[in-house]
């Protein structure tokens, strides 16, 4: 079993009772949060190391770094091997600056994206405008009904309900 599976398994697992389950992640957000406080103080330094290495500079556990990389893995650069990677494969944390924060907002993850340190990244102008195509992607708009006595949408000049509403 890889890393990216046991990780999975372990996060997402039926055996977990909702305590033990809301324990788990409550942790994993803490420990996610301070490692993005870390990268984007640093947005110009692309972090590279195998997962132990980064596990350790993190100062989290093997499991918890493989969820980050799962996590993070949608906004970088260059993607991870993160479906068969092992403690000793090699990744990056290379980041597209607006692709993250975009993903950070589809996430719901409102620690991540509120942190102070998007000031420095990302001006408020461009934070609202990514905040708001992402919720508008979500968005599904329909168009108006067309009423019985409507002209026809078909351009027949005859009223809907004498031609395509028949």
């Known amino acids: 079993m890889t890393l990216l599976e046991t990780w999975r398994n372990t996060a997402y697992s039926q ?5 033990q389950s ?3 992640w ?3 957000f803490v420990k996610e949060k301070a490692i993005y406080e870390i990268i984007l103080s640093e947005p110009d330094t692309v972090v590279k190391g195998t997962v132990k290495e980064l596990a350790e500079k993190f100062d989290v ?3 918890m770094m493989v969820g980050f990389l799962d996590g993070i893995d949608e906004s970088l650069k260059e993607p991870n091997p993160i479906e068969e990677m092992d403690e000793n494969t090699t990744v990056n944390l290379g980041f597209d600056k ?3 924060y975009y993903n950070m907002v589809a996430a719901k993850a409102d620690w991540l994206y509120e942190l102070p340190m998007w000031n420095n990244l990302l001006s408020a102008d461009r934070r609202k405008e990514l905040y708001k195509q ?4 979500g968005t599904v708009r329909k168009d108006k009904k067309v009423g019985r006595n409507d002209p026809c949408p078909c351009g027949s000049g005859l009223k809907y309900k004498r031609c395509c509403g028949k």
């Open 98 to 100: 607006e692709k993250l």
């Open 15 to 19: 055996e977990l009772t909702q305590k």
């Open 134 to 137: 992402q919720k508008a992607s």
């Open 26 to 28: 409550a942790d994993y």
């Open 22 to 24: 809301d324990e788990l």
């Open 61 to 63: 556990e093997l499991m």
